[in-house]
Nanobody
Framework: QLQLVESGGGLVQPGGSLTLACAPS????????IAWFRQAPGEDREGVSC????????NYIGSAEGRFSISRDNAKNTVYLQMNSLRHEDTGVYYC?????????????????????WGQGTQVTVSS
């Protein structure tokens, strides 16, 4: 079964940092654009960041600009989300998702319903 596995979540104080990782099970990520989504309690799932299959393009939600950084290491078959200066409002379950893209299009073109593979999520809690 093809799936994604997230790791790296946890409890952190405001202003702290976490690095999330997303690794596939059963396939390689090099032909996939990858996105991170999050869902806070009682809220809809929202896209946080994405990276194209080649790594050439990245995109961030406005509140993550300058604080979060997405990267990929295709040799390690892993995508990372470095999160700095965390705020209470960053709390939620973070999911990674993949959509096949052999060309390397700008990842912002993909809507959430176009992502075909999803992980189970990792909890991020920002609290003092």
């Amino acid at each position: 079964q093809l799936q994604l596995v997230e790791s790296g979540g946890g409890l952190v104080q405001p202003g702290g940092s976490l690095t999330l990782a997303c690794a596939p099970s059963g396939f390689t990520l090099d032909a996939y654009a990858i996105a991170w989504f999050r869902q806070a309690p009682g809220e809809d799932r929202e896209g946080v960041s994405c990276i194209s299959s080649t790594g050439e393009y990245t995109n961030y939600i406005g509140s993550a600009e300058g604080r979060f950084s997405i990267s990929r290491d295709n040799a390690k078959n892993t995508v990372y989300l470095q999160m700095n200066s965390l705020r209470h409002e960053d709390t939620g379950v973070y999911y990674c998702a993949a959509v096949k893209d052999f060309v390397g299009y700008y990842c912002g073109k993909y809507g959430p319903y176009e992502y075909t593979h999803w992980g189970q999520g990792t909890q991020v809690t920002v609290s003092s």
